[in-house]
């Protein structure tokens, strides 16, 4: 469980006010976070991350906590396990793709780095600079690296926003991919409504600061299933396992049924 | 009249060791003051930028009464360490370390801040220290303004005069760098030697700002 209570004054665009947000996040869940610009969004993200401090404020995460005015706790980013993935990807020009995530990775996790490479496609992307890459394959970078060190919170700060829709679906499918498997508690700041049907589990709504709606979403809309024809596909020897390619996607898998599919097949992602 | 290379080697040597140990120092101060918060930094940043202001006169006096043999700090320093640091090389390299430091400082101090400041808050979330988000991050990704500061403490450095007069005098093979060799040849009226020394030191720092304008046009990220 984490356990959020912040307040901090911040100027928004009606006039000064303060960012008041109560809020618990069950574990595994991902929690969307919507309102309009300048509502305290990215100022919430960042005071959980432990970029900004709030004016009084507690944030407990599995009985830990991260802050705490009253007991003088303020543990600094570094020792808050957050993935943040930033809205300009923040990614490091002077690395590769690969060294990207190895920078962020602890000791002895090659496995599970090849394993975030391979997830979100980026094999054939590893060793190239990131201002080669186009956004989505960059913000995909950005997601692997927010998670090789397997981080209680993820924090995803408008990742879609400067995306267009093929590289954002493939960016969701991703998202969705890593969050069933790893099952990383998130907190989503997005704008676009489709964001919020296909991805999150819970939707808040975040009005000049303070909480104007707090809703469950009992079942993810099926209604942006993807269906894409195939532009390549092989068997990897060396991993056993099929390389599959679309226009938007690029998914790895064991499965021998895939030995039945061409270049040109229609396929569907359910999401 | 054979020209003797002594200063201009002298003057080489001065400007090398200083912008090395510069760099040593300079690159960590720069990166605190890019990164810290600590509330007292104006007061630092202005000690930093102090030889910017001040005469080089003013700087070599002060350097002078503390490294003279009969200050305590001076008086310790030749007695525990055999060091006397006024008329002496070492005693050019300290002053000349104090004196430069705002030429490394502070291109390398703007170059760091002029970065986007979510690189550094992206790394720090990755679990990584300042220093090591310093140096693996920031520094690699801010090489012109290195590069920069790097010159700019080896021209500054040679083309020293006041500073020197000050505190290391005029003593051939130790102290007597160029910039005090075309003084002592113009009062000696020898003019010729005078030209030689100051055409060499137009021409190499002519050729260390054209080599440094060339490369800042190569160096991308």
């Known amino acids: ?271 | 009249m054979p020209i003797d290379w002594g200063p201009i080697w002298l003057t080489l040597r001065l400007a090398g060791v200083t912008t090395l140990l510069l760099l040593v120092i300079g690159i960590p101060l720069a990166g605190w003051l890019a990164l810290s918060r600590f509330r007292l930094k104006p007061v630092f940043e202005a000690i930093i930028s102090l030889p910017l202001v001040l005469p080089p006169s003013v700087v070599g006096f002060y350097l002078l009464l503390t490294f003279s043999p009969t200050s305590s700090l001076g008086a310790w320093l030749l007695k525990t360490l055999n060091l006397q640091l006024v008329f002496s090389f070492e005693g050019l390299v300290v002053a000349s370390l104090i004196y430069s430091l705002p030429f490394m400082v502070h291109p390398i101090q703007a170059g760091i801040e002029n970065l986007p400041v979510s690189w550094r808050e992206a790394s720090y979330t990755l679990g990584q220290s300042p220093a090591r988000t310093l140096w693996r991050v920031l520094l690699p990704n801010c090489k012109p303004a290195l590069l920069t500061g790097i010159v700019l403490t080896f021209a500054h450095t040679i083309g020293e005069f006041g500073l020197v007069m000050m505190i290391g005098g005029n003593l051939p093979g130790q102290t007597r760098v160029a910039s005090i060799a075309i003084y002592d040849e113009v009062e000696l009226l020898h003019f010729q030697t005078a030209h030689t020394y100051a055409a060499l030191l137009l021409a190499v720092s002519f050729i260390i700002l054209l080599v440094v304008y060339a490369i800042n046009k190569r160096v991308t990220v």
């Open chain 1, 1 to 271: 469980m984490i356990a959020i209570d912040v307040v901090m004054p911040r100027l928004f665009a009606e006039g000064s006010g303060e960012l008041r947000v109560k809020v618990n996040l069950e574990p595994g869940s991902l929690t969307a976070l919507v309102g309009p610009s300048g509502s305290g969004k990215t100022t919430l993200l960042r005071v959980v991350a432990g970029l900004d401090v709030p004016q009084q404020g507690r944030i407990v995460v599995d009985n830990i906590p991260w802050l705490d005015n009253e007991q003088r706790i303020n543990r600094p980013p570094q020792q808050r396990s957050v993935g943040y993935v930033f809205q300009d990807t923040a990614l490091f020009p002077n690395m590769t793709v690969l060294e990207n995530i190895q920078f962020a990775a602890l000791k002895d996790q090659h496995p599970l780095i090849q394993e975030l490479i391979d997830v979100t496609g980026l094999d054939a992307f590893r060793d190239q600079k990131p201002l080669k890459l186009s956004g989505g394959q960059r913000q995909r970078v950005a997601l692997a690296r927010a998670l090789v060190r397997r981080p209680q919170l993820l924090l995803l700060d408008e990742p879609f926003a400067a995306l267009d829709a093929q590289a954002s679906q493939a960016l969701r499918l991703v998202l969705l991919e890593l969050h069933k498997t790893w099952g990383t508690t998130t907190l989503l700041v997005s704008h676009h409504a489709i964001d919020v049907q296909t991805l999150a589990d819970r939707v808040i709504t975040l009005v000049q600061g303070h909480i104007e709606s707090d809703r469950q979403i009992e079942q993810r809309s099926e209604s942006v299933r993807l269906q894409e024809r195939i532009t390549r596909i092989e068997y990897d020897e060396a991993r056993h396992q099929w390389v599959v390619e679309t226009e938007t996607t690029q998914l790895t898998s064991k499965n021998p049924a895939w030995s039945q599919r061409r270049v040109g097949d229609w396929i569907r992602f359910d999401v």
